[in-house]
């Protein structure tokens, strides 16, 4: 596909920025006084809800989530390439085949955990999970679950649903890529890959999980050699991460992640953000191509985590200087 023809839907996404909440609308959240004036603010916006209902339930998240949901509805409906969106909406995705496949093995109920999310309807993971095939389903998706499976009829280990379905989440995220062939969107990618396997080994390590651990849990769809990573993780994080890391283009920015001769995850999750954010905020202005459409769906995504954030505190009491220490990077700041 061409880049002039995402011309038409781009004209559209500029529409739709002019919705997204700007740096003074977070202001005006931040500072009210409590979480009835917080959500008297949000009524005025785009966001759509019962406020005696929400201020009794507190159910922020599935809010939020609703209104995510409706906004990718419509995105894929106009989106001359739906799989751009799989690159955010397959994290939903993989989520619901966790909660699904759990429930099939344990026998349990936990479909409130699911979340509306993605190319593939909740009907259809469903019938991917119980027959092992969907005529939409990608393939990598189908032999993930097909490989659950059988991982768990043999050993009958509940972990091995995570760690499937984490690592074809990762494939999958690359086969997009390669697919669209798209040098931000690769970037893009490699950040999520590279520094997910970071993250996943300092936590291995923090935890004194054995080697076996990483090569479950570690993804050879990254830029860095899976089996390096493995091989120097016996000379700690800190040293893998100067090795492999510090020579990419982002390598400096990851020097505040280390504190004490350790990394800080919090931050390496902070970091991997902003980086992305990065990347399709340069993107977001170009006249044709499909990154105005991955910058305003990344805009909405960060939106609705700094609304969760802040209504969360909010009810909660905490410090408005606190939380604005955790928002990530508002649309237009």
Not at 9 to 20: A, G, P
Not at 177 to 182: E, Y
Not at 212 to 229: E, F, I, P, R
Request: aromatic share 8%; proline share 2%; charged share 30%.
């Amino acid at each position: 596909m061409k880049d002039i023809d995402y011309k038409a839907i781009n004209t559209l996404i500029r529409t739709y920025e002019l919705k997204l909440l700007q740096k003074d609308d977070f202001e005006r959240l931040l500072k009210a006084d409590d979480l009835k004036a917080t959500l008297d603010t949000l009524k005025a916006t785009d966001y759509e809800f019962d406020q005696e209902e929400l201020l009794q339930t507190k159910q922020f998240n599935e809010m939020l989530m609703a209104h995510l949901a409706d906004v990718y509805r419509e995105m894929y409906e106009v989106a001359p390439q739906p799989q751009l969106l799989d690159l955010f909406t397959l994290r939903y995705t993989y989520h619901n085949l966790k909660v699904l496949l759990k429930d099939l093995f344990l026998e349990s109920n936990q479909e409130t955990l699911l979340i509306p999310i993605g190319s593939l309807s909740v009907d259809q993971l469903k019938t991917l999970v119980s027959s092992g095939k969907n005529d939409n389903a990608h393939p990598l998706m189908v032999e993930a679950v097909r490989l659950t499976k059988e991982d768990f009829e043999e050993r009958q280990l509940i972990e091995a649903v995570t760690v499937y379905m984490d690592t074809y989440y990762l494939r999958h995220l690359r086969a997009i890529s390669d697919d669209l062939q798209n040098e931000d969107i690769s970037a893009i990618v490699d950040i999520l890959i590279d520094l997910y396997n970071l993250t996943t080994l300092v936590r291995s390590l923090n935890q004194g999980k054995p080697r076996s651990h990483l090569y479950a849990l570690l993804s050879s769809s990254g830029t860095v050699s899976k089996q390096d990573l493995i091989d120097d993780s016996i000379n700690g994080a800190v040293s893998v991460l100067k090795k492999y890391y510090s020579s990419k283009v982002y390598g400096s920015k990851l020097e505040v992640v280390i504190e004490d001769n350790k990394i800080n995850t919090l931050k390496l999750d902070k970091i991997m953000d902003e980086l992305i954010s990065e990347i399709v905020s340069e993107g977001i202005y170009q006249a044709f191509g499909p990154m105005p459409l991955l910058g305003y769906i990344y805009a909405k995504e960060t939106e609705i985590t700094n609304l969760r954030l802040v209504l969360v505190g909010k009810d909660n009491q905490i410090d408005e200087t606190i939380l604005r220490e955790r928002m990530r990077t508002i649309y237009g700041a």
